[in-house]
C-alpha cells in the first residue's frame, strides 16, 4: 500500500488493481491485505502501484475502452446537458484512489455537463456506506464531505459501518447527529436506495468504480486498464456526445 499526496494535501491509498466487486470482505473492518489479495486473483496485475501512469489511446474504441448499452437508460437532466453518473462505494480503495482525480475532471468540464454519484450494493453489508451517501446526497453534503469520508475510512482505518459511527464521525464535521440519523433511517433514503439499485442493474455495473455517460456509454478501469485511462475515455464521449457524433 502506498499514501499519494494529491491537491489540497489530500492522501489517497494507491494498491494494485483498480477495481471492486462483491467479493471484498468487509465484514470485519478492512482487512487491506485481503482486499489486495482478492483483487490480484480476480484481476490480475492491470495495472502498478501508480496507475495514473498508465494511458488508453486517445481514440477509445467502442467494445473495448468502453460499453454500448443495448438498451439506454433515462437521463434524468434538462435537454442540451450531458448526465455523468459514477457508480460507486465508499468502501472501495480505488474509488478512493480515483476521487480526487475524478472531481478535479468534473470541475474542468463546461456547464452542460452534469455529475452525480451512484451508490452500490452488492451485498448487504455495502448498504451502510449506500445509505451514508444516499443520505448526505438528501442534506446536500455529499459533494462537500465525500472526500473526508473516503479519507476517514482508507486513511484512519474508521470503517463507518455503522449509522452510530456514522453520526459520531460526521459530528466532528458539524453535522448535527440526531438529524443525520433521523436522514439515514428516512423514507427518502429507503426509496433511493431502491432506486439507486435498479440504475446499478440498469446499467450493468459489477464493479467500481464505473463511469456511465448519457444514460448510454458505460467505461471503468477493468475496460480501459487504469483509472488515468477512464479519465480520458470520458473526455472523448463527452466530446462525441456533445457534438452529437454519438
Same mark, same amino acid.
Given at each position: 500500500?502506498t499514501?499519494?499526496?494529491?491537491a489540497g494535501n489530500?492522501?489517497?491509498?494507491v494498491e494494485q488493481?483498480?477495481?471492486?466487486?462483491?467479493?471484498?470482505?468487509i465484514q470485519?473492518?478492512?482487512?487491506?491485505?485481503?482486499?489486495?489479495?482478492?483483487l490480484?486473483?480476480?484481476f490480475?496485475?492491470?495495472?502498478?502501484?501508480?496507475?495514473?501512469?498508465?494511458?488508453t489511446?486517445a481514440?477509445?474504441?467502442?467494445g473495448?475502452?468502453?460499453?454500448?448499452?443495448?438498451a439506454?437508460q433515462?437521463?434524468d437532466v434538462p435537454a442540451?446537458?450531458?448526465?455523468?453518473?459514477?457508480?460507486?462505494?465508499?468502501?472501495c480503495p480505488h474509488?478512493?484512489e480515483f476521487d480526487?482525480?475524478?472531481?478535479?475532471?468534473?470541475r474542468?468540464q463546461?456547464?452542460?455537463v452534469?455529475?452525480r454519484?451512484?451508490?452500490v450494493?452488492?451485498?448487504?453489508?455495502?448498504i451502510p456506506?449506500?445509505?451514508?451517501?444516499?443520505a448526505?446526497?438528501a442534506?446536500?453534503?455529499?459533494?462537500?464531505?465525500?472526500?473526508?469520508?473516503?479519507r476517514?475510512?482508507?486513511v484512519?482505518?474508521?470503517?463507518?459501518l455503522t449509522?452510530?459511527?456514522?453520526?459520531?464521525?460526521?459530528? /466532528?464535521?458539524? +453535522?448535527d447527529? %440526531?438529524?443525520y440519523l =433521523?436522514?439515514?433511517?428516512?423514507?427518502?433514503v429507503? *426509496?433511493? @436506495?431502491?432506486?439507486?439499485?435498479a440504475?446499478?442493474?440498469?446499467?450493468r455495473?459489477n464493479g467500481?468504480? /464505473?463511469l456511465? +455517460?448519457?444514460? %448510454?456509454?458505460?467505461t =471503468?478501469?477493468a475496460?480501459t486498464?487504469?483509472?488515468? *485511462?477512464v @479519465?480520458q475515455?470520458?473526455d472523448y464521449?463527452?466530446t462525441q456526445?456533445r457534438?452529437?457524433?454519438?
Amino acid at each position: 500500500m502506498t499514501l499519494l499526496t494529491v491537491a489540497g494535501n489530500r492522501q489517497v491509498v494507491v494498491e494494485q488493481g483498480c477495481f471492486c466487486n462483491e467479493s471484498l470482505d468487509i465484514q470485519h473492518g478492512f482487512n487491506m491485505k485481503k482486499v489486495l489479495g482478492a483483487l490480484l486473483v480476480s484481476f490480475g496485475l492491470i495495472a502498478g502501484a501508480m496507475q495514473f501512469a498508465h494511458a488508453t489511446p486517445a481514440a477509445p474504441l467502442a467494445g473495448t475502452d468502453y460499453t454500448v448499452l443495448s438498451a439506454a437508460q433515462p437521463v434524468d437532466v434538462p435537454a442540451g446537458k450531458i448526465q455523468i453518473i459514477e457508480f460507486m462505494w465508499y468502501g472501495c480503495p480505488h474509488c478512493n484512489e480515483f476521487d480526487p482525480y475524478l472531481e478535479a475532471w468534473v470541475r474542468q468540464q463546461g456547464p452542460d455537463v452534469v455529475f452525480r454519484r451512484v451508490p452500490v450494493a452488492f451485498r448487504d453489508d455495502f448498504i451502510p456506506h449506500s445509505k451514508m451517501l444516499l443520505a448526505l446526497d438528501a442534506m446536500g453534503l455529499a459533494d462537500k464531505l465525500t472526500p473526508v469520508v473516503f479519507r476517514e475510512i482508507h486513511v484512519n482505518r474508521n470503517d463507518l459501518l455503522t449509522p452510530d459511527k456514522q453520526a459520531d464521525f460526521l459530528a /466532528t464535521q458539524g +453535522v448535527d447527529r %440526531k438529524t443525520y440519523l =433521523g436522514v439515514y433511517n428516512s423514507f427518502t433514503v429507503a *426509496g433511493n @436506495l431502491k432506486r439507486a439499485t435498479a440504475l446499478m442493474s440498469g446499467y450493468r455495473v459489477n464493479g467500481v468504480p /464505473t463511469l456511465a +455517460v448519457q444514460g %448510454k456509454y458505460v467505461t =471503468g478501469p477493468a475496460q480501459t486498464g487504469s483509472l488515468q *485511462g477512464v @479519465l480520458q475515455v470520458l473526455d472523448y464521449l463527452v466530446t462525441q456526445v456533445r457534438a452529437k457524433k454519438l
